[in-house]
């Protein structure tokens, strides 16, 4: 069958609505040239008239008759002489377009003189890196001309660049990373150490651009965020990175900022995560963080290596079901979160099968965050029990079918020590700290396309979702408000946060939930949810 023309207006519409839009343009240019002049006038008519009742609100009150009497005896002299109106018209138009002019100061030509020799500084540094002796008309060649390698640039008020373009020739192999980093490295070093830089290289356009990235900030309290089900804020990160923003509170101000939003649940292709950082760094305070946004629609049970009660807030809460401090306990409530995980997947399974929806006790949200689960693996292990992380296989495996998230932290000296069923099933990770280019890809499985900074506070790192971007990360600050050291705005902020005390059961007064350190004893636990939760982790001790 012959094929029919398109339609004249969809093959040349494109050419005539361009061609309209040159015509528009070029209109709007020549009318704003001949209507400049009358443009001036009027704009410094307002700043007159401005100007005027500025005066007129400045003169007191007492004051304004006989300047009104003045104002009107010129305007009467005026009038009465000849051609003072004219005369009056003129002065007044004349002051008009003096007042008016255009009073933007010239944009600088160009940099100063410290600020090229920073310039020249770099490109000298450059040459041997972006030039080879066969080139005949090198880009970059000793004493050559900067102006040509680097098409934009900035300075902030310090007088060091802040964002700067590079040229560089298409031999250079910017496909391979280790060139690329010899780049990355010089061009820190010499544009000034302690600021994070952000590389991004067009590989297209041969076209490097280095950009000084703000610090993230640092003064973000716990708090509600506005979020569905399912999703948590691991933390605020730069707005380039992301698609969204959040409305947050700082203090008595409210700022939209762009998060790192971790999605969980049974569609997430990174069901479980694992929190890596030095002592110090702040992973247990972003668990602390997690859990309380978890605690919103789901069950949590938390095991603590660490010993130090740093989840002692928790205890006792609503669908907090346990806080395991010891091994024993930690392997008791690790092996009920284990079955539970089997027993929802089969519940689920014959729902389906029987063509029903899953059933409500499958479908809250169950969460199991392990803080240093390695201590508590060598103090089985010296009592002769398992290891807890052993039980984590079915809940890693399975969990994303079976409504359960797990959340591990870690510290980097014990990362071999992690079972490979955590370092496979974590898909979501996070790395808090100071931490090496390598330390982070060796975690993060890519290297971030920012230069890490040397001194970091709390709470400052890295994140990666799956096979996404690295992003920067800032946790809001959510730290134990049982430690004395914490401010007591933090502290309202994370108490207010906090589920209510679970109605006791039976006639045993609630008593204040003080953690164990000694066997392993539950330091607060509560059947918060729908099955049967551990309490008998509670009863066994
Ligand atoms: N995001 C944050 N904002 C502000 N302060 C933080 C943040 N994260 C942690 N901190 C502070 O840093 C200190 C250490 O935090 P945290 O206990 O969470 O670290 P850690 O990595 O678990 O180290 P450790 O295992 O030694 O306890 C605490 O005083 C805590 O309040």
């Known amino acids: 069958m012959a094929r ?95 007042h008016g002019r255009d009073r933007t100061p010239p944009a600088p030509a160009g940099p100063d003189e410290a600020q090229t020799k920073r310039l020249e500084s770099l490109y000298e540094a450059l040459v041997p890196y972006f030039s080879v002796p066969e080139d005949p008309a ?48 010089l061009l820190h070093a010499k544009s000034g150490r302690g600021r994070e830089y952000r590389f991004e290289w067009d590989e297209e356009g041969n076209l490097l651009t280095v950009t000084v990235l703000p ?118 409530g690790l092996e009920w979160a284990a079955n539970e995980t089997e027993r929802r997947l089969i519940a689920a399974n014959r729902a389906r099968q029987a063509g029903h929806a899953p059933p409500e006790d499958t479908r809250r949200p169950l969460w199991i965050v392990l803080d240093r689960p390695t201590v508590l693996g060598h103090l089985s292990a010296a009592e002769g029990r398992v290891d807890p992380q052993s039980l984590l296989q079915v809940p890693l495996r399975h969990g994303r079918a079976a409504g359960v998230t797990v959340v591990v932290a870690e510290q980097f000296d014990a990362l071999d020590s992690l079972s490979d069923a955590v370092r496979d099933h974590t898909r979501a990770r996070v790395v808090l700290g100071p931490a090496s280019t390598d ?49 007591e705005t933090h502290r309202q902020a994370v108490l207010s946060l906090l589920p209510p005390h679970t109605a006791p059961t039976d006639a045993a007064p609630a008593a204040e939930p003080v953690p164990d350190p000694g066997d392993g004893a539950a330091s607060g636990m509560a059947s918060g949810g729908p099955v049967a939760a551990p309490v008998a982790v509670t009863a066994e001790g």
């Open 4 to 98: 029919r023309p398109l339609p004249r207006i969809l093959s040349t519409g494109s050419a005539q609505i361009a061609r309209g839009r040159d015509l528009a343009r070029t209109a709007a240019d020549s009318a704003t040239d001949v209507l400049h002049p009358l443009i001036t006038m009027s704009r410094g008519l307002r700043r007159l008239a401005a100007a005027g009742r500025r005066k007129w609100a400045d003169t007191p009150k007492d004051r304004r008759g006989p300047l009104l009497f003045l104002v009107a005896s010129v305007v009467l002299v005026v009038a009465l002489v000849p051609y003072g109106p004219l005369l009056a018209v003129i002065t007044l138009m004349s002051a008009a377009a003096w």
């Open 138 to 185: 090198p880009l970059y060649a000793h004493g050559g001309e900067w102006e040509k390698a680097f098409p934009s640039y900035e300075f902030d008020d310090s007088g060091r660049v802040c964002h700067l373009s590079i040229h560089y020739p298409a031999y250079f192999t910017d496909g391979e990373p280790d060139a690329r980093a010899r780049i990355e490295q």
């Open 215 to 332: 610090p993230l900030p640092t003064d973000v309290a716990a708090q509600r965020f506005v979020t569905a089900p399912g999703e948590i804020v691991l933390g605020l990160t730069d707005p380039a990175g992301v698609p969204r923003t959040l409305p947050l509170t700082f203090g008595e101000e409210r700022r939209d900022v762009p998060p790192v939003v971790w999605r969980t649940g049974t569609r997430s292709t990174e069901p479980h995560l694992l929190v890596v950082g030095d002592p110090g760094s702040g992973t247990t305070t972003l668990l602390r963080s997690v859990v309380l946004q978890a605690l919103q629609h789901g069950d949590v049970l938390i095991v603590e290596g660490g010993g130090t009660g740093e989840f002692a807030c928790l205890g006792g809460r609503d669908g907090v079901l346990a806080v395991e401090c010891g091994p024993a306990g930690a392997l008791a």
């Open 439 to 487: 330390r982070l890809e060796a975690v993060l499985g890519s290297p971030p396309r920012t230069t890490p900074a040397p001194d970091v506070p709390p709470g400052r790192g890295y994140a990666r979702l799956g096979s996404g971007p690295v992003h920067r990360l800032q946790v809001p600050a959510t730290p134990d408000p049982y430690d004395e050291a914490t401010s």
